[in-house]
């Protein structure tokens, strides 16, 4: 019954884990790399060098975007966890039941509570 939509969320719930655990390392590894440019930089004694170095250029835009891609994946892991694992949306997954135009989370040959997004838009109006 429910156990079917909790192992779907179970599911979701694990690869939003491992997304998020990829988006910080992916910031972390920016953030390092900028940081060991940083360092160089003032070891150097000279901000000008940054320019003059061309892997100094080339790390802070691998840096750059690393960082910024590792927080665009950390902000729409659940969008992506939705994605990679759907619910079935017009099957019940007890019954088999085809759920179309829904008025209530709830199917209607066998009774089964369905989450919300089982419902129709156009239904709900």
Known sequence: MRDFVYLILKRRHTVMIILRFVSFV??????????FVVLETIIAGNIFYLFRNRSSVETIAFSLVLTVSGLVLALSTQ????????LPKKVCPKCGYRLIRLMRPRCPECGLDLPNEFVDDLAAE
Do not use: D, Y
């Open 26 to 35: 992916m910031c972390l590894w920016g953030i390092v790399a900028l940081g």
């Open 79 to 86: 969008r992506l966890a939705q994605w990679i694992v759907p």
